[in-house]
């Protein structure tokens, strides 16, 4: 089958080719057809080593597809059922999924780094966050692969697999922004619009948009930001939305420490700070010990929106169906699985109308 393998962390390309093969579905594991997966910027950390991940191996974390082949013991699914993937899988027994936190779950994460999923004639490929979704097909945990409607586009169920996920749920989960609240999301790509959209959900009463790329502010606004700015901006709109006090809730979606510093220097004392972008190991952002004391101020860490990936994949999707949830108009360019490389390119150039590219892979 084809395939997008990373050949050595570094490399700025991937070598498209056709004679990648998978793993057989073992017990309580499911081999699934991948008809779309988003191009997300952690798939570009994955490549450059600021995310972990292994080579060679098969890139792509964010897809949609339709069964194929189910192992044993796997009952709550059967050939020919549409799902989406998660790199996350909960497990059910660890104790991060006994105290209700499953996308903290650690035991499928492990097992991505110890087992290849894929081989290139002798060569064992590694599935990047156990998936791989830059192929035709995949084989996952089943606890990995969540049932969706089958008059769900897949281009539309790849994108909750991620990046919906991860923005919408920062906002509803991890932070719980509450109705009327302040809110200043720094960061305006996919999931970064995402976090946009989760806001509004929550009943946000001031959304500011912040993004350097001016093109993007209008995209901001189109789903839900009542102010967009550039950072060198942000003090005027503060002052203008909150009276200088700060935001309620300041949302990261860039991951350094610059950014990272600003959404603490922008929210209110007793604000929530929310660490939503995915940062280097070695990238340190600093604090004093007063102000940490005397503003009182909370720092979250979200990962992967918090999110109980069955449950909240059903939520997003009520949402879309009611018009609550734009993620037709969050796909800004469709491309086919030779252009990968091509659509990387544009996503590394920062190009203002990148909200999230699919590759569909037929």
């Known amino acids: 089958m084809r395939a997008a393998v990373l050949n050595a962390i570094g490399d700025e390309k991937l070598e498209l080719r056709d004679d990648v093969t998978t793993v057989d579905p073992g017990p309580h594991e499911v081999r699934i057809r991948v008809r779309a997966s988003g191009i997300c910027h952690s798939d570009l ?50 104790p991060s999924c006994l105290r209700g936190e499953p996308n903290l779950c650690a035991v499928h994460a492990i097992a991505a780094f110890t087992t290849p999923r894929f081989r290139r004639g002798d060569t064992p490929l590694f599935g990047y966050a156990g998936l791989g979704t830059f192929a035709e097909e995949v084989v996952v945990p089943a606890a990995g692969a969540v049932k969706v409607d089958k008059d769900v586009p897949f281009e539309t169920a790849a994108l909750i697999a991620c990046g919906v996920l991860t923005g919408v749920g920062s906002v509803l989960n991890t932070a719980k922004v509450t109705p009327g609240s302040t809110v200043v999301i720094i960061g305006c790509g996919g999931v970064g619009i995402s976090v946009i959209q989760g806001a509004r959900l929550a009943g946000a009463s001031t959304i500011v948009a912040v993004d350097p790329v001016e093109a993007k502010h209008d995209i901001a ?24 006090e700060g935001f309620d809730y300041a949302f990261d979606v860039v991951g350094i420490p610059a950014t990272i510093r600003s959404g603490w220097d922008n929210a209110r ?21 007063q102000e940490l004391f005397l503003h009182d101020k909370k720092i979250l860490g979200s990962f992967y929106g918090s999110a109980k990936v069955h449950r909240d994949t059903a939520t997003m999707l ?45």
Not at 269 to 289: I, L, Q, W
């Open 45 to 94: 950390s994955a490549m450059d080593g600021t995310l972990p991940a292994l080579a060679p191996g098969v890139i792509g974390h964010e897809g949609a597809g339709e069964v194929l082949d189910v192992g044993q013991g796997v009952t709550h699914l059967e050939p020919g059922d549409h799902v989406t993937v998660s790199f996350v899988p909960p497990c059910g027994d660890c």
């Open 269 to 289: 004392r007793g604000g929530s700070v929310v660490v939503v972008g995915a940062g280097k190991a070695d990238a340190m952002v600093e604090f004093s010990a």
């Open 318 to 362: 009520r949402f879309w169906r009611a018009g609550l949830l734009d993620l037709e108009g969050m796909i800004s360019r469709r491309i086919g699985f030779d252009e990968i490389n091509d659509g990387l390119g544009v996503l590394k150039e920062g190009s203002s109308d990148v909200i999230r590219q699919v590759v569909t892979i037929e």
């Open 221 to 244: 606004r189109r789903f839900g930001a009542t102010h967009a700015t550039t950072p060198d901006g942000l003090a005027d709109v503060k002052a203008a939305t909150t009276g200088g």
